[in-house]
Each structure stands twice: as structure tokens, then as C-alpha cells.
């Protein structure tokens, strides 16, 4: 059996249009999120899991909320 490479990076390429799909969905789901992980990125920021928090769950925990 023989391996079809064009079948494979069809393959793949259909799965990373997914993902990308998936990311455009939710940059435009979260406009304002998407622009702050954007601008931490930039700054050396290196993401990890996050937390996420509402604001009142951050103010009651003595955080402030980026603007």
C-alpha cells in the first residue's frame, strides 16, 4: 500500500482551515479579548493556560481590569 502525499496535505490543509475558521469565529465572538491577548503577545507576553475572570469576580479579588 502506498502512501497518497497530495490526499495527506489536502488532509491537513482541510484541517488547518477548520482551526483557522474556529479562531475567526471567536475574534469576532470577542473583539475586545482577541485585541488584549493580541497586545500581550506583542509585548513578550508567552500564553499558557488561562484564567478567565468577569470583572466582578476580579474587582472582589482586588485585580484590576485592563482597558
Given at each position: 500500500?502506498?502512501?497518497d502525499s497530495s490526499?495527506?496535505?489536502k488532509e491537513d490543509l482541510a484541517r488547518k482551515a477548520e482551526k483557522i475558521s474556529?479562531?475567526?469565529e471567536l475574534i469576532?465572538?470577542?473583539p475586545a479579548e482577541?485585541?488584549?491577548?493580541?497586545?500581550a503577545i506583542e509585548d513578550?507576553?508567552?500564553?499558557g493556560p488561562i484564567?478567565?475572570?468577569d470583572r466582578a469576580v476580579a474587582s472582589a479579588s482586588?485585580?484590576?481590569w485592563a482597558q
Open positions: 500500500m502506498t502512501f490526499r495527506g496535505q474556529r479562531l475567526q469576532q465572538e470577542y482577541a485585541q488584549l491577548i493580541m497586545s513578550g507576553l508567552t500564553l484564567q478567565v475572570m482586588g485585580l484590576s
